[in-house]
């Protein structure tokens, strides 16, 4: 039973740095913009957020120093896709790039820096239920937030005038622009709010999954939580849903080493990154499903005067 509670808990702080991603290129891609340069971005968040506590002491500080570097790296971004109509591929990939290459340099005085004690939380009478209590009601408030966050995207989204605008200048700038919203300015916004939740997945990561700087230590996490957007088709809960069974296949392995279960290191390394390319090869079977649920317009430019 333990182990079982085990499991579950891992997976769902493993699906936290996930999730919180993933809803944050969800507002993005909802707005129309394509940001590849998640991974980058969670690398110099995560670096900022360890930088920060190891220096502060203060965890939150720490989540938003993380924030703040994810808005400024994809502000940054924003500034070139949106009023420059750079490439958006191309300027997410080198974003990406410059992001592993930042953060290495960043890092080097932290790697052997150590972050203080992590205060460990429970639900009171909730912590004690068996094997729901400590897989569910002793995780890290952040594990909370990340369901929190899903159910506010979904409100905001489908319930709100501004989620009707932000989702309509997805579908179909030109109509938006001619009803006399700022395209520039709401996509802009959206790229900011994603970033500023990279920002928070990869200080979330640094600081409280995985307490230590290492470089390249995001390993992948951001492109993961692209390839989340397709497989959710564009919806909070799936995505939510999906972080969490990718973040149990990545502790799937570690149970089953726990519970006498021999498995080569190497397939342990591959199973995070296997699970979403089967995924996504499954689902892309039916093109038309993902047509229908994809914004019209994502990874399209736009140019007012035209």
């Given at each position: 039973m333990d182990s079982y509670a085990l499991l579950i808990g891992s997976a769902l702080s493993a699906g936290t740095v996930l999730a919180i991603a993933a809803l944050g290129l969800l507002i993005n891609e909802k707005a129309g913009i394509v940001n590849l340069g998640a991974e980058g971005i969670m690398l110099c968040a995560a670096i900022a957020g360890f930088a920060t506590v190891a220096t502060t002491g203060s965890t939150w500080l720490g989540f938003l120093a993380g924030m703040a570097a994810g808005a400024l790296l994809s502000g940054f971004f924003g500034v070139l896709v949106i009023w420059l109509n750079t490439n958006q591929y191309a300027t997410g990939l080198a974003l990406s790039l410059f992001g592993v290459g930042f953060s290495a340099f960043a890092g080097i005085n932290f790697v052997q820096a150590k972050l203080p004690e992590s205060t460990s939380y429970s639900i009171p009478v909730l912590a004690d239920i068996p094997l729901l209590g400590p897989a569910l009601f002793r995780q890290h408030p952040m594990v909370y937030l990340a369901m929190l966050l899903t159910a506010g995207l979904i409100w905001f989204l489908y319930r709100t005038r501004a989620g009707l605008v932000l989702r309509s200048?997805?579908?179909?700038?030109?109509?938006?622009?001619?009803?006399?919203?700022?395209?520039?300015?709401?996509?802009?916004?959206?790229?900011?709010?994603?970033?500023?939740?990279?920002?928070?997945?990869?200080?979330?990561?640094?600081?409280?999954?995985?307490?230590?700087?290492?470089?390249?230590?995001?390993?992948?996490?951001?492109?993961?939580?692209?390839?989340?957007?397709?497989?959710?088709?564009?919806?909070?809960?799936?995505?939510?849903?999906?972080?969490?069974?990718?973040?149990?296949?990545?502790?799937?392995?570690?149970?089953?080493?726990?519970?006498?279960?021999?498995?080569?290191?190497?397939?342990?390394?591959?199973?995070?990154?296997?699970?979403?390319?089967?995924?996504?090869?499954?689902?892309?079977?039916?093109?038309?499903?993902?047509?229908?649920?994809?914004?019209?317009?994502?990874?399209?430019?736009?140019?007012?005067?035209?």
């Open positions: 200048v997805g579908e179909s700038p030109e109509s938006a622009h001619a009803l006399g919203y700022p395209v520039r300015r709401i996509r802009f916004l959206a790229v900011l709010a994603g970033g500023a939740l990279c920002g928070l997945a990869g200080a979330y990561l640094s600081t409280v999954y995985t307490p230590l700087w290492v470089e390249g230590m995001v390993a992948g996490r951001g492109w993961i939580a692209l390839a989340l957007t397709t497989f959710a088709t564009w919806r909070p809960v799936r995505v939510l849903l999906g972080a969490y069974l990718f973040g149990g296949v990545s502790m799937l392995g570690f149970y089953l080493q726990s519970t006498g279960v021999n498995v080569p290191s190497q397939f342990l390394s591959m199973l995070t990154y296997l699970a979403p390319i089967v995924v996504l090869a499954l689902i892309s079977r039916n093109p038309a499903f993902i047509k229908i649920n994809m914004p019209a317009s994502i990874g399209k430019p736009f140019y007012p005067g035209s």
